[in-house]
């Protein structure tokens, strides 16, 4: 998979003469952000300036709000977002970015758009939150076959300038586009079809993608799985004949003093396995990989980044299908590490490949894990399509995560393993189950499941992103339809926090 690009960035004090669109935002108070040339231009051309005139046709303070003004002469199209009715946040500005970015994008014809993006001032920190949620924003999915090419959805936009009146530091047009190209990376991936993006060529993605970087791979195929005794990896992806890899993906910087440990699900599509999905659920199940695609995602970032913070990165991969070789309800699986486990339902497969992730890594001695899933309906149930769950072993942890994702700008909400959960594990075959004896805390029991296999005295964190991963609905702020790259943000945030 070729990492989709993204237009050029670059962070000035004033826009561009020759910019075909320019994004200014819509407070209560009024436009913000628009240069005074283009306010006079307006003022001259219609007797009112741009914040009148574009309440005028409709346009509001409230987030989501977007509105195309006619240019001013020889000036660029105007297109006018809200930043919402109170302060506007640094995800506040994100958002208006990305959704004004979209917008302009529309306005595209054969030729791809430069685009300037003045939300008014605010600092690096400001600069850096436009900047990602303007990149964010202008992707989109290529369309596959002959109408791949010469659509006009194709020109999309060529480059970006962020306006930042009082001036930037160097590195900032750098870091944003870092995090932007991995959260694209990342969706991209989970938008491809499961036809072409399966185990072996997943792996084969993620060692195109760190080619050129200062990591580490490894992978593992289906011998070296069943040598190593990758027994809930190896079930999972037994039914398929495409079988099952597993990815290690290692960052060494010199002077790093923390070892982080990341662990993501990967499912390639995901049919329920002989416990069958209906088909109404099955259609978005090629993003079932989504958490392997962040870690994979973020542990690219992270290099390119060059924090310095030790990273090892687990992504086990399998494409769960019915057939003669499928694993059964009531099989008894043996996980790396030796621990056994009474296969409950072959839909709630998600959690045996983590299993084997989290034994596995916790073998490397990491400071920290975090495990990245698609993993229960019941996280959807509990906190709705936008906001994942986060279940941890400490409350320091829980925090060092939430603050995390505020600072990405990602939606967590902290979920409890609570102490009767694991009484629902206990099997009379097995070491535990690995499902419950009811549905009622679904999430909850998933989360009890996988810390069983983390090393005793390893801080370690869960994020069930089922929710927010995949998009089905009309895009919003910077966030297409399809893949959202959930989790990827956090992740990097999370690094940053580690070697601060």
């Not at 669109?21 to 231009?41: M, N, R, Y």
């Not at 919003?476 to 992740?491: D, E, F, H, M, N």
Request: aromatic share 4%.
């Amino acid at each position: 998979m070729p990492t989709p690009p993204l237009p050029t960035l670059t962070i000035a004090q004033s826009a561009p003469r020759d910019v075909d669109v320019l994004v200014v935002g819509l407070s209560p108070e009024g436009a913000v952000g628009v240069p005074t040339d283009i306010e006079q231009a307006y003022t001259n051309r219609f007797a009112t300036g741009v914040g009148d005139l574009a309440r005028s046709i409709g346009a509001k303070p409230e987030a989501g709000s977007h509105h195309t003004l006619p240019a001013a002469g020889d000036g660029p199209r105007v297109v006018v977002v809200g930043v919402g009715r109170g302060e506007s946040g640094l995800e506040d500005l994100r958002r208006a970015a990305g959704s004004g970015v979209r917008h302009a994008s529309s306005l595209a014809d054969d030729t791809a758009l430069s685009v300037a993006v003045s939300l008014g001032e605010g600092g690096t920190d400001t600069a850096r939150a436009i900047a990602e949620g303007a990149l964010m924003g202008s992707y989109h999915y290529a369309i596959l076959g002959v109408n791949a090419s010469g659509s006009d959805s194709d020109a999309g936009i060529g480059a970006i300038t962020v306006v930042e009146p009082t001036g930037t530091n160097s590195n900032l047009s750098n870091d944003a586009e870092v995090v932007a190209r991995a959260v694209v990376t990342a969706r991209e991936w989970v938008n491809s079809p499961p036809n072409l993006l399966y185990p072996g060529s997943f792996a084969d993605d993620v060692r195109e993608l760190v080619r050129n970087a200062p990591v580490s791979v490894e992978v593992l195929d289906e011998k070296a799985l069943h040598r190593e005794g990758y027994g809930g990896l190896l079930a999972v992806g037994g039914g398929s004949s495409r079988l099952p890899r597993l990815v290690r993906l290692s960052y060494r910087p010199r002077g790093a003093k923390f070892h982080l440990a990341l662990i993501g699900k990967g499912i390639t599509f995901d049919s329920g396995g002989l416990n069958i999905k209906p088909a109404d659920g099955m259609y978005t199940m090629k993003c079932d990989m989504s958490g392997a695609a962040a870690v994979f995602a973020a542990t690219k970032a992270i290099a390119d980044l060059r924090l310095k913070i030790k990273i090892t990165t687990y992504g086990p991969l399998a494409e769960n299908l019915p057939s003669d070789t499928s694993y059964r309800p009531s099989d008894v699986l043996t996980i790396y590490g030796g621990k056994t486990v009474e296969n409950g339902n072959t839909d709630a497969e998600g959690r045996l490949v983590l299993a084997d992730g989290l034994a596995r890594a916790g073998e490397d001695n990491p400071d920290l894990m975090v495990d990245v899933a698609t993993l229960t309906g019941a996280c959807i149930v509990a906190l709705g399509a936008r906001t994942a769950g986060l279940m941890a072993s400490d409350d320091e942890t829980a925090n060092r995560l939430v603050e995390a994702a505020k600072e990405g700008g990602e939606e967590v909400w902290r979920l409890p393993i609570p102490s009767e959960t694991r009484a629902k594990l206990e099997s009379k075959v097995a070491d535990l189950r690995s499902t419950g004896t009811d549905k009622s805390g679904g999430a909850l029991l998933a989360a009890a499941f996988l810390r069983e296999f983390v090393t005793e005295g390893t801080p370690w964190a869960h994020l069930d992103i089922a929710g927010p991963a995949f998009h089905d609905g009309e895009p919003y702020g910077y966030v297409t339809s399809g893949g959202t790259g959930a989790g990827v943000r956090t992740l990097i945030a999370l690094a940053r926090s580690l070697v601060a």
